[in-house]
Structure formats: C-alpha cells, structure tokens
C-alpha cells in the first residue's frame, strides 16, 4: 500500500495570490512581502502524484487546505484535487473552517456529520485514523479528552490491526519556535494513548511546512513539506516567522512487508531571494 501525502496547500478564491514574509540570506537583510501563487503548486503537486508508478492507494492531505476557510476556496480546492486518481482524505488545519469543510467533502463520506472532523477509514492494509486538532480562530491545536477517549477505543478496537494517524499539529517541539509557540498543546495526553497501542506505525502530521520527524510515544511522528512555501529553519529561540522559496515537495509512505518506509520527494525549483 502506498500514501501519498500533500499538506499545507493554503488554496485561496480562484485568481488570488497568498502573500507571505521572507527572509533575505544576508545576515542583517529586512523581512520582504511576497505574493505567491499556491494555486499553481498544488496543481504541480497533483500532476507529479498522477506520474508515479505504481499509482499511490490514497492520497491524504494534512490541513491547512486553505487560508481563510472560505466556500469559495473549498470549490477552488477541490477543483485543484479533482485529477487525482486515487481517494482522497483531508482533514483540517488552523488555517481551516470546519463547517464549511464539511461541507465541501460531504460527498465523499467520512466525516461525521456534526461535531469535530474524525474518522476511521479501515479499507486498506494499513488503517488510517484521522484526527481534527483544530481550535477556532486560533493558530496553536488541541485534543479533547472526548477526542483522546474516541482515539484510545478506536485503537483499542483493533489491536492488531497496523495504524497511521493523521493530524495537522505535530505533538513534539522543532526548535522553530514560532511554530513551536503554535503546536499541539496536549502533547503529553495523546502520548498517554498512544503508548497503550504498539499498532501505530506512524502519525503524519503537517504545519511546519518541513520533512522533520522524532519519535514519540513508542512510534515515529513526522511533519510532510508544504506543497508551495516552505517555513525557513531558524532555530533561533523567538525569531520571527519567515518562508523560504526552496523546491515545494510531498511525501510517500509505503506499507510493505510489515513496515511502513516514508520518502520525501521534491518538485519544482529553487527562486533567488528578492534581496
């Protein structure tokens, strides 16, 4: 079995550009406005899953599907998801408006018709266990201890079963502390559930705009790149947010043998600064 993995497409209304700071590689270099075309990246994202051989089994998409979590950015969206081959799974980022995502993928069948967007697909070899960390209007995410007790009995459910999670907010720190100060903020409780369940291959998450990974709870949690921007690594404590213009990539994980092995793939091109 094969996943493909896009995250943080951050898809506006048809025409719109997303604008965004970054960062001069001169030390002592201002922060510049840039307008970008997300739209266009994620078109380049889908087209290189379409050419892999063999042909990924899902697709999952791991939030921040738009930015402002309009109706009129879902329809762009799914417009831009359409060619894909293959089912496709989303959930939501901070970025992301949960009734209205709802309502956009309605048709497709896993969501919960009220309350927070998770949800079970158990169709493949490897089990998939969605989870919505989103916290309205903020930018930091969160599991409720209703949200744990669903995961732990689904988990418990079917121990034998091999399972991925996926969730936007990754449950461990970077060192990118702007986007540490906006993480996961019950870590610590989902790592109690998770380490009652030697099932869990892997927790793909997004956010970070970066491939990062670290090992938690017994298992392995990782973060996918942004299908455009990329987040700059500075890990210096309390610098400011900043994006960099690096190729935009995507992740496969590939379920054989008894284990999962994720790859990394890059598409597109590196741009000079602007300073």
Same mark, same amino acid.
């Given at each position: 079995m094969i996943i493909a993995q896009l995250s943080d497409p951050h898809i506006l209304a048809y025409g719109k550009l997303l604008r965004g700071p970054i960062q001069g590689m001169a030390a002592d270099a201002e922060r510049l406005i840039r307008e970008f075309d997300t739209a266009r990246y994620l078109a380049r994202a889908v087209a290189a899953i379409n050419e892999l051989v063999p042909t990924p089994d899902i697709t999952i998409v791991t939030g921040d599907l738009v930015n402002n979590g309009a109706p009129t950015e879902y329809e762009h969206l799914r417009? #831009? #998801? +359409?060619?894909? &081959?293959?089912?496709?799974?989303?959930? %939501?980022?901070n970025h992301d408006a949960r009734e209205p995502l709802r309502q956009a993928f309605a048709n497709k069948g896993y969501? %919960?018709?009220?309350? /927070? =967007?998770? *949800?079970v697909i158990d169709d493949y070899p490897l089990r998939?266990?969605? =989870?919505?960390?989103?916290?309205?209007?903020? $930018? *930091?995410? &969160?599991?409720? @201890? /209703? @949200?744990?007790?669903?995961?732990?009995?689904? #988990?418990?459910? @079917?121990?034998?079963r091999p399972t991925a999670i996926m969730m936007h907010h990754p449950p461990f720190a970077t060192g990118i502390t702007f986007m540490d100060n906006a993480?996961?903020?019950?870590? +610590?409780?989902?790592?109690?559930?998770? &380490?009652? $369940?030697?099932? !869990? /291959?892997?927790?793909l998450c997004g $956010? =970070?705009?970066?491939?990062?990974?670290?090992?938690?709870?017994?298992?392995?949690?990782?973060t996918a790149p942004g299908t455009a921007h990329q987040i700059r690594i500075? =890990? !210096?404590?309390?610098?400011? #947010?900043?994006?960099?213009? /690096?190729? &935009?990539? *995507?992740?496969? $994980?590939?379920? @054989?043998?008894g284990a999962l092995v994720s790859h990394t793939a890059l598409f597109g091109e590196w741009l000079e600064p602007l300073n």
């Open positions: 417009a #831009l #998801l +359409a060619p894909l &081959s293959m089912p496709i799974f989303v959930i %939501p980022g969501f %919960p018709t009220v309350g /927070e =967007l998770h *949800y998939l266990i969605a =989870l919505d960390t989103l916290v309205d209007g903020r $930018h *930091y995410g &969160s599991l409720s @201890q /209703e @949200q744990l007790t669903w995961l732990d009995a689904r #988990l418990a459910a @079917q121990p034998a993480g996961l903020d019950n870590a +610590a409780a989902l790592a109690e559930v998770i &380490s009652r $369940h030697r099932q !869990v /291959e892997r927790i $956010h =970070l705009h970066r491939a990062i990974d670290r090992r938690f709870a017994g298992t392995v949690a990782g500075n =890990l !210096v404590a309390g610098a400011r #947010l900043s994006f960099n213009f /690096e190729p &935009s990539g *995507y992740q496969l $994980h590939v379920w @054989q043998d």
